[in-house]
Every structure is written in C-alpha cells, then in structure tokens.
C-alpha cells in the first residue's frame, strides 16, 4: 500500500458517546487502519453524545473504506457522513470569470458595454492589432483538450477530462497571472480539431495543447503553429522536456558530469520523450538511446510514424541494441516517460557509477524510487511524495507569460533551453544536493524568472511586458 495521500482525504462525520476518551478512541482507529489523521472537530456536544468530524488522509478509496469501517466499528459510534475532501474542492468547478472593470452605475456600463463599445470595435475592425491591445486576447491561453491521453487515465472524452483542464487554468492564474479557459472538444478528429483551435484564435492570445494521443498531437501541434499567428504549445511534450531538462542540469552538477560525455537511456517514445529527446539533443547531448516497449528503436526498421523514425535515425550513435534491461547497462542517466514497474533495484545497479534515475511515470514510476536510490546517486518522480518532483507547473505558466508579453507567435529550442535554464538556476548553489535538484513548486521565483528567459531568448528588452494602454493608436 502506498503512503496516505491528501489526494484521498476524507472526513468521516462519527457521532459517538460523550466519554473522556472518545476523541482518542477515534484517533487509535485511524492510526490503526493506517491512515494518517489530520484533523479531530468536534461539530455538536450533547450532554450524552458529541459529533466529531474526523479528517485523515488515506492511500487510496479502498483504504479511506477500511478506516471508515474501523471508525464505525467502535463501540457506541455511529457514521452519520464521510465526505470526499477531493470530490468537495470540485463542487461546481475550480474557475470562475470576474469582471476586471467596475460596473457601479450607467457611466460604466455605458463605457464597459453599450454604447461606448462600439467605438472599440470600430478600432479593432480598422487594425485587428488593435485586438491583443484592448480586449482579454493578450493574457488569456485556451487550454485545449480532447480527453484522448489523459495522464494515468487515458482515453477518458472532453467531460472527463474538464477537471484536469479546470486546474491547468487555475494554476496558469495562480502562478504567472494568465487568465486561462478549457476548451474541451467533444471530437478526436485531427482535421476538426485544428479546424476548430483555428476557429477560436480570435479570442486568445496563445493555445497549451494538452493531454491530446501521440501520434495526432504532433501533427496538431505543428499545423497549428503553421497556420496561427499566436503561440501553441504541447504541454505534455515540451513542458515536460523543459522541466526534466532542468533537473537533469541540477543532477549533472550534483555527480559532476557534463550533457555531452553521459549516457542517457530514454524510456518511452511517445510525445513526452520525442520532445525530452529533442530538447537533450539539442542541449548538445551527444548519447541518448529511446526505447520503445520492445527495446532500443533499430534505425533501420520500419518505424510508426515519423517521429519515432526522427528519434531512431538521430540518436544511438553506437547502434546498440536489446531490451530495456539490456541497454541500461552502463549508463548515466535514465529517463522514463513510460509505464510503471519496467526495472528493478538490481537493473539499475547495472547503470555507471553516480548514476541519475528520472523514472517519471504516474502515478506508479518505472522503478520504485526507494529501491532505486539505493543504486543511483540523484532520484526523481513524477509524485509529490518523493523528493524531486518532476512537475511541469515549473514551466508552462511562466513560458506563457514569457511568450504574451513577448507578443511572440514561434517557440524556439532556445526559448526552450532558457527556460530550462532559469527553472535549474533557482535553486541556488548552496542549495543544491541529490534531494533537491529542482525548486519547489510554490518557489515565487520561478515564473518570472522563466518569463524573463522566454523574454530574452526572443529578444524582448527585460523591461518590456504588457503594461498598460489607454486610447487608440
């Protein structure tokens, strides 16, 4: 069983018996069940009962089941309600638009809305330039998604996948202050759905691709970036690179190797380790070898579709071949962006001395981290309850704001490799050791400090950004 998670957190509402020791009784059962308490609230006392809200968290619904069953099987208590603490935070969705303006009286709203608008318009349809100036296109992103690879849940549809979307937007506000909406598509049809982002751009000043299959998000992403004048960005693909891009400089400097003498085995050839190998490449990389499930991608044969054929023909320069297993044998760093429980403690004993693991897939990482570390000198996950976690909220909300205050439409390797950078930079030397390679999540630091690298590999002045405006040009 996995360790409790705030990610199962439940409050189970227990009227029980008004004794000096009920609180404890309630406590000892948590504790027994496994769970970790966080909270004892008693809600209601009676002179011969009180009602205690019991807040703990749990490893997964079954297990928030068993300490549910515990807590009821005290003698005398009674479960009146156990709420869901996740399920709660999503009652009626995470966003919510407020207005930016006042509406007070009919001088603003004469302004705000008719007739003052009018004339607003009338600027816009002489200079379309005018849009990103004076209307929400040059802070907003839409988060576009067809719910076809949802991260750990697959193919799930559009509704489904509106939660995940819901807290995208939210964490683009939280951290860089763009205001960011789901644009979920009930269709996964590559031709409609470029049709469709085409079709909305108007209204945006930038498009993060998200959670869309491999090989379609390819394609998606690079006609999109062709045919719109405004930024688009596969976050699951280039966010993802930036951000182990990152910590893969920081794990360089913590064993004192360099980019260009290691050998770095990439597990999983999707659309995350197409764009992480794109990136280390070109970083100057000069040894990575991509696996599929079978093993090393043989140069020679007949690959899927052309990425997997990019990856096959630009990589491995030693043409090794063999499993997974086989190929790590010796080597510095590996990168999984794959599935869960691929190695184990003894495949990466095989690895190099000071070897670095990034075994990144959710929510079951390709070799249990602990088993790992005692193998590998540096260790990362993709969880948040492990050290290193491999997040890319590091990277995409400071990018974004980087980008529209900017006013760029293309996204370049160096932008890339800057933002990367600046992401490995905050975490200051005296920082920095095998547990910490990347900053933390809420680190104020990092968001702007990736928007001004995004600004300056585009070549905008620092000082520049959105500012304000007043008036027509």
């Not at 006042?102 to 009338?122: E, F, I, M, N, W």
Request: glycine share 8%.
């Amino acid at each position: 069983m996995s360790a409790p998670s705030p990610g199962y957190s439940i409050t189970v509402r227990a009227e029980a018996p008004a004794a000096v020791d009920t609180t404890g009784a309630l406590a000892a059962a948590v504790a027994s069940a496994g769970g970790a308490l966080t909270a004892l609230d008693v809600v209601e006392s009676r002179a011969q009962s009180l009602v205690v809200d019991v807040t703990c968290n749990a490893s997964d619904a079954d297990h928030a089941d068993e300490i549910t069953a515990k807590i009821a099987a005290i003698p005398g208590v009674r479960v009146r309600k156990v709420s869901d603490r996740t399920f709660l935070l999503h009652l009626g969705g995470k966003l919510e638009v407020v207005p930016k303006v006042p509406l007070r009286h009919r001088d603003d709203l004469s302004r705000a809305y008719t007739p003052g608008v009018a004339r607003v318009c009338l600027a816009i349809a002489q200079n379309p330039d005018d849009a990103r100036r004076l209307t929400i296109k040059r802070n907003t992103v839409a988060v576009v998604t067809d719910g076809s690879a949802v991260l750990g849940l697959g193919n799930i549809g559009p509704a489904a996948a509106l939660p995940v979307m819901e807290g995208k937007a939210a964490l683009f506000k939280q951290f860089a202050g763009v205001d960011a909406w789901p644009v979920c598509l009930d269709t996964q049809d590559t031709e409609e759905i470029i049709s469709i982002v085409k079709a909305l751009a108007p209204v945006y000043g930038g498009v993060n691709l998200e959670d869309i299959s491999a090989p379609r998000c390819f394609e998606i992403e690079s006609r999109l970036r062709a045919e719109l004048d405004i930024p688009v960005f596969h976050d699951d693909q280039h966010g993802t690179a930036i951000v182990v891009m990152a910590a893969l400089t920081n794990a360089l400097r913590v064993v004192g190797k360099r980019f260009e003498d290691v050998r770095i085995v990439v597990s999983g050839v999707g659309a995350a380790g197409h764009a992480i190998i794109r990136l280390l490449d070109a970083q100057g990389a000069t040894d990575i070898i991509g696996c599929d499930r079978f093993g090393a991608l043989d140069p020679d044969a007949e690959h899927r579709d052309e990425f997997r054929g990019w990856i096959a023909s630009h990589t491995n320069p030693s043409r090794t071949t063999g499993t997974l297993q086989e190929v790590l044998g010796g080597a510095d760093v590996f990168v999984g962006v794959s599935a869960p429980d691929l190695l184990t403690a003894e495949d990466i004993a095989t690895m190099a001395d000071d070897a670095i693991v990034f075994a990144l897939a959710n929510p079951d990482p390709e070799v249990d981290p602990v088993a790992a570390s005692r193998h590998a000198a540096v260790v990362a996950t993709g969880r948040s309850d492990y050290a290193n976690q491999i997040n890319n909220v590091l990277a995409f909300p400071g990018f974004f704001r980087g980008l529209l205050d900017a006013a760029v439409s293309d996204i370049t390797d160096e932008m890339m490799i800057a933002a990367a950078t600046a992401i490995a930079d905050c975490v200051h030397p005296d920082e920095l050791n095998a547990s910490y390679i990347v900053p933390s999540v809420f680190d104020p630091d990092v968001a702007p400090a990736v928007a001004a690298a995004v600004r300056a590999a585009a070549g905008v002045p620092a000082h520049h950004g959105a500012g304000a405006v007043a008036g027509p040009a």
